[in-house]
C-alpha cells in the first residue's frame, strides 16, 4: 500500500514523542524561580535568530520542491514574529535591553539551533519537514502549559506570554502546508524515512537539553 504524508507524519510523531519535561512541568507548578524563565527568555532570542536564517537557508535548498520551500518560508517568517514578541517577555522577568545584548548563552541550550543549522547546510529538506513537524508538536505543548503558568501562577500579562502564545497555536505537524510539503517529497521520490526519523529523535534530545539546561548555572 502506497504511504501518505499523513502515514508518515503520524508515524514519526509517535515515535519520537519525548519523555516527560522536569522544566516545564516547575513552571506548570510555579516552583521554578523567575531566574529560570528570565533565562528562556534570553537564550530564545539567540535560538530564534539562528532557526531564521537557518529556515530561510532550508527554503532556498528546497525551491525544486515549491511546497517544501514555502514550508520553510512560513516558518522563517513565523520567527520574525516570535521575535517581535521576546521583549514583553524579557521586560516581564526584571530584563532590559542591556540585560539581553550582554548575555551569554548557554551550550546546552544552543545546541538546538546549532543542529537545526547542520541540517539547513546538507539534509535534505523535506526529511527536516518531517523531523520538524514532531519536534513542533512537542515545543506548541509546552508553549500552551508555559503560557497558562505564567498567567496563573506568575501573574505575567498577555504581552508578557505573547511568545508562547503564539507556538501554541501553530499546530504545524497537522496543517496543510506540511502535508503538502511531504505529499510533495515523496512524489519526488525525495523523502527518507530513516533519515527523518534520525533527525526527528536528535532534535527531540536537544530540545530536552534545552529545558534541562535552563535550570543549570
Not at 47 to 59: M, P
Request: with cysteine; hydrophobic share 50%.
Amino acid at each position: 500500500m502506497t504511504r501518505t504524508a499523513q502515514d508518515v507524519l503520524t508515524e514519526a510523531a509517535r515515535e519520537l514523542a519525548p519523555a516527560k519535561n522536569t522544566t516545564v512541568e516547575r513552571i506548570a507548578a510555579g516552583e521554578a524561580p523567575v531566574e529560570v524563565l528570565a533565562a528562556l527568555a534570553l537564550e530564545q532570542h539567540h535560538v530564534i535568530v539562528g532557526d531564521r536564517r537557518s529556515f530561510a537557508h532550508l527554503a532556498g535548498r528546497a525551491a525544486p520542491v515549491p511546497a517544501v520551500a514555502a514550508f520553510f518560508e512560513t516558518l522563517a517568517r513565523g520567527e520574525d514574529s516570535a521575535l517581535g514578541h521576546l521583549g514583553a517577555l524579557a521586560r516581564a522577568c526584571g530584563l532590559d535591553e542591556a540585560a539581553v545584548r550582554e548575555y551569554e548563552p548557554r551550550a546546552g541550550c544552543q545546541a538546538y539551533p546549532s543542529y537545526v543549522a547542520w541540517l539547513a547546510l546538507g539534509a535534505e529538506p523535506v526529511d527536516v519537514v518531517v523531523a520538524l513537524s514532531a519536534n513542533f508538536a512537542a515545543w506548541s505543548s509546552y508553549c500552551a502549559t508555559v503560557g497558562r503558568a505564567l498567567r496563573e501562577k506568575y501573574g505575567f500579562d498577555d504581552a508578557a506570554c505573547a511568545f508562547f502564545d503564539l507556538f501554541a497555536e501553530q499546530k504545524p505537524g497537522a496543517s496543510d502546508a506540511v502535508l503538502a510539503a511531504v505529499s510533495a517529497g515523496l512524489a519526488a521520490g525525495r523523502l527518507s524515512e530513516p533519515s527523518a526519523r534520525r533527525y526527528g529523535r536528535l532534535l527531540q534530545d536537544y530540545e530536552s537539553m534545552f529545558w534541562d539546561s535552563l535550570a543549570v548555572r
